[in-house]
Protein backbone atom coordinates (compact mmCIF):
# COMPACT_ATOMS: atom_id res chain seq x y z
CA UNK A 1 0.00 0.00 0.00
CA UNK A 2 1.87 2.97 -1.07
CA UNK A 3 1.11 6.31 0.20
CA UNK A 4 2.31 9.83 -1.35
CA UNK A 5 0.95 11.98 1.48
CA UNK A 6 0.27 12.33 5.05
CA UNK A 7 -2.24 14.79 6.85
CA UNK A 8 -5.26 15.01 8.95
CA UNK A 9 -3.49 13.81 12.25
CA UNK A 10 -6.55 13.99 14.84
CA UNK A 11 -6.87 12.73 18.67
CA UNK A 12 -10.02 11.50 20.35
CA UNK A 13 -9.75 11.52 24.28
CA UNK A 14 -10.44 7.91 25.82
CA UNK A 15 -13.01 8.31 28.67
CA UNK A 16 -14.22 5.48 31.59
CA UNK A 17 -17.23 5.97 33.61
CA UNK A 18 -17.82 4.46 36.67
CA UNK A 19 -18.96 1.24 35.10
CA UNK A 20 -16.53 0.59 33.18
CA UNK A 21 -17.74 1.21 30.26
CA UNK A 22 -14.95 2.85 28.06
CA UNK A 23 -15.75 5.99 24.95
CA UNK A 24 -14.24 7.96 22.78
CA UNK A 25 -14.25 12.02 22.82
CA UNK A 26 -14.95 14.26 19.88
CA UNK A 27 -12.14 13.95 17.68
CA UNK A 28 -9.89 16.88 17.55
CA UNK A 29 -7.25 18.22 15.44
CA UNK A 30 -3.09 17.66 16.88
CA UNK A 31 -0.77 19.14 14.72
CA UNK A 32 -0.15 19.43 11.11
CA UNK A 33 1.68 15.70 10.24
CA UNK A 34 5.12 15.67 9.02
CA UNK A 35 5.97 12.09 9.54
CA UNK A 36 4.32 9.19 10.95
CA UNK A 37 5.84 5.66 11.69
CA UNK A 38 4.87 2.28 12.88
CA UNK A 39 6.84 -0.04 14.50
CA UNK A 40 4.98 -2.84 15.69
CA UNK A 41 5.89 -6.07 17.99
CA UNK A 42 3.97 -9.15 17.82
CA UNK A 43 4.12 -12.26 19.83
CA UNK A 44 5.39 -15.54 18.04
CA UNK A 45 5.05 -19.00 19.13
CA UNK A 46 6.03 -22.46 17.28
CA UNK A 47 4.46 -26.03 18.18
CA UNK A 48 6.88 -28.73 16.45
CA UNK A 49 4.97 -32.29 16.53
CA UNK A 50 6.26 -35.09 14.54
CA UNK A 51 9.13 -33.41 13.59
CA UNK A 52 7.77 -30.71 11.84
CA UNK A 53 6.54 -27.64 12.49
CA UNK A 54 2.29 -28.20 14.00
CA UNK A 55 1.58 -24.89 14.02
CA UNK A 56 2.50 -21.13 13.88
CA UNK A 57 1.29 -18.39 15.96
CA UNK A 58 1.65 -14.72 15.81
CA UNK A 59 -0.24 -11.85 17.93
CA UNK A 60 -0.14 -8.12 18.06
CA UNK A 61 1.36 -7.20 21.55
CA UNK A 62 1.43 -3.10 21.08
CA UNK A 63 3.26 -0.91 19.07
CA UNK A 64 5.19 2.72 19.17
CA UNK A 65 4.24 5.06 16.90
CA UNK A 66 6.55 8.23 16.00
CA UNK A 67 4.96 11.37 14.48
CA UNK A 68 6.74 14.12 13.18
CA UNK A 69 4.29 17.38 13.72
CA UNK A 70 5.29 21.09 12.86
CA UNK A 71 4.19 22.02 16.39
CA UNK A 72 2.93 21.08 19.60
CA UNK A 73 0.63 24.08 20.43
CA UNK A 74 1.43 24.18 24.97
CA UNK A 75 -1.82 23.50 25.28
CA UNK A 76 -2.03 20.53 23.64
CA UNK A 77 1.08 19.34 24.89
CA UNK A 78 -0.71 19.70 28.52
CA UNK A 79 -3.60 17.64 26.94
CA UNK A 80 -1.96 14.32 25.86
CA UNK A 81 0.94 14.18 28.55
CA UNK A 82 -1.39 14.85 31.47
CA UNK A 83 0.35 18.05 32.16
CA UNK A 84 -0.90 21.56 34.02
CA UNK A 85 -0.98 24.93 32.65
CA UNK A 86 -1.90 28.02 34.11
CA UNK A 87 -3.90 31.02 33.42
CA UNK A 88 -1.22 32.20 31.93
CA UNK A 89 -0.39 29.89 29.67
CA UNK A 90 2.49 28.23 31.21
CA UNK A 91 2.88 24.59 30.98
CA UNK A 92 4.04 22.58 34.03
CA UNK A 93 5.63 19.46 33.72
CA UNK A 94 5.88 17.11 37.13
CA UNK A 95 6.72 14.35 38.36
CA UNK A 96 2.79 13.06 39.07
CA UNK A 97 2.19 13.80 35.32
CA UNK A 98 -0.49 10.86 33.72
CA UNK A 99 -0.75 10.86 30.18
CA UNK A 100 -4.12 9.89 29.22
CA UNK A 101 -5.64 7.26 26.51
CA UNK A 102 -6.31 8.65 23.17
CA UNK A 103 -7.45 7.29 19.39
CA UNK A 104 -4.93 8.52 16.52
CA UNK A 105 -6.23 9.83 13.51
CA UNK A 106 -4.76 10.13 10.14
CA UNK A 107 -4.98 9.62 6.67
CA UNK A 108 -2.19 9.29 3.50
CA UNK A 109 -2.91 10.43 0.05
CA UNK A 110 -2.59 7.42 -2.47
CA UNK A 111 -2.76 7.03 -6.40
CA UNK A 112 -6.12 7.68 -7.86
CA UNK A 113 -7.49 9.80 -5.95
CA UNK A 114 -7.41 7.62 -3.06
CA UNK A 115 -6.91 8.28 1.02
CA UNK A 116 -5.79 5.69 3.43
CA UNK A 117 -7.57 6.52 6.70
CA UNK A 118 -6.27 5.11 9.84
CA UNK A 119 -7.81 5.10 13.28
CA UNK A 120 -5.52 3.85 16.61
CA UNK A 121 -7.75 3.04 19.35
CA UNK A 122 -5.83 3.17 22.26
CA UNK A 123 -2.35 5.18 22.45
CA UNK A 124 -0.83 6.86 25.36
CA UNK A 125 2.13 9.38 24.35
CA UNK A 126 5.68 10.27 26.08
CA UNK A 127 7.62 13.30 26.58
CA UNK A 128 8.57 14.72 23.17
CA UNK A 129 12.97 14.95 22.66
CA UNK A 130 12.94 18.32 21.44
CA UNK A 131 16.36 20.04 19.50
CA UNK A 132 17.09 23.84 19.80
CA UNK A 133 19.78 25.29 17.35
CA UNK A 134 21.33 28.03 16.81
CA UNK A 135 20.67 30.41 13.53
CA UNK A 136 23.37 29.64 11.00
CA UNK A 137 23.84 30.93 7.70
CA UNK A 138 21.17 28.78 6.36
CA UNK A 139 17.44 28.11 7.53
CA UNK A 140 16.79 24.81 9.43
CA UNK A 141 13.63 24.20 10.69
CA UNK A 142 13.51 22.01 14.07
CA UNK A 143 10.08 20.81 14.43
CA UNK A 144 8.92 17.81 17.31
CA UNK A 145 8.53 14.25 17.48
CA UNK A 146 6.14 12.29 19.75
CA UNK A 147 5.88 8.72 20.10
CA UNK A 148 2.72 6.67 21.33
CA UNK A 149 2.61 3.75 22.36
CA UNK A 150 -0.52 1.75 21.23
CA UNK A 151 -1.71 -1.46 22.82
CA UNK A 152 -5.25 -3.59 22.24
CA UNK A 153 -8.48 -2.23 23.83
CA UNK A 154 -10.85 -4.82 25.68
CA UNK A 155 -12.10 -6.52 22.19
CA UNK A 156 -8.38 -6.90 21.24
CA UNK A 157 -8.99 -4.56 17.91
CA UNK A 158 -6.15 -2.04 18.23
CA UNK A 159 -6.37 -0.36 14.29
CA UNK A 160 -9.13 0.35 12.13
CA UNK A 161 -8.37 1.20 8.38
CA UNK A 162 -9.84 2.18 5.53
CA UNK A 163 -8.99 3.17 1.72
CA UNK A 164 -11.23 5.16 -0.43
CA UNK A 165 -11.97 8.59 -1.80
CA UNK A 166 -12.72 11.93 -0.04
CA UNK A 167 -16.22 11.90 -0.66
CA UNK A 168 -17.47 8.36 0.06
CA UNK A 169 -19.57 8.17 3.08
CA UNK A 170 -17.34 6.24 5.35
CA UNK A 171 -14.45 9.09 4.50
CA UNK A 172 -16.60 12.21 4.68
CA UNK A 173 -17.23 10.71 8.79
CA UNK A 174 -13.56 9.45 9.35
CA UNK A 175 -12.69 12.62 11.39
CA UNK A 176 -16.35 13.21 13.46
CA UNK A 177 -15.83 9.72 15.19
CA UNK A 178 -13.64 7.42 16.36
CA UNK A 179 -14.64 4.35 13.37
CA UNK A 180 -16.53 1.29 15.34
CA UNK A 181 -16.86 -2.11 13.67
CA UNK A 182 -20.51 -1.91 11.43
CA UNK A 183 -21.22 -5.69 12.75
CA UNK A 184 -24.05 -7.56 14.27
CA UNK A 185 -20.77 -8.25 16.42
CA UNK A 186 -21.80 -7.18 20.37
CA UNK A 187 -19.72 -4.59 20.90
CA UNK A 188 -19.92 -4.24 24.52
CA UNK A 189 -17.65 -6.92 26.82
CA UNK A 190 -19.60 -10.30 27.50
CA UNK A 191 -21.11 -10.55 30.94
CA UNK A 192 -20.73 -13.83 32.95
CA UNK A 193 -23.46 -16.01 33.07
Request: without cysteine; aromatic residues 10%; negative net charge.
Amino acid sequence: MATIGLRDLYIAPITQDKDGKVAYGEPTRLAKAIQAQLAVTVAEATLYADDAVDAKVKEFVSALLTLGINDLEPQKQALILGQTMDDDGVVFAGEDDEPPHFAVGFRARKTGGLYRYVWFYDAMFGIPNEDYNTKGESITFNTPSIVGTIIKRWDGLWKADYVGKPDDPIAKVWFKTVREPNTATPTEPPTEP
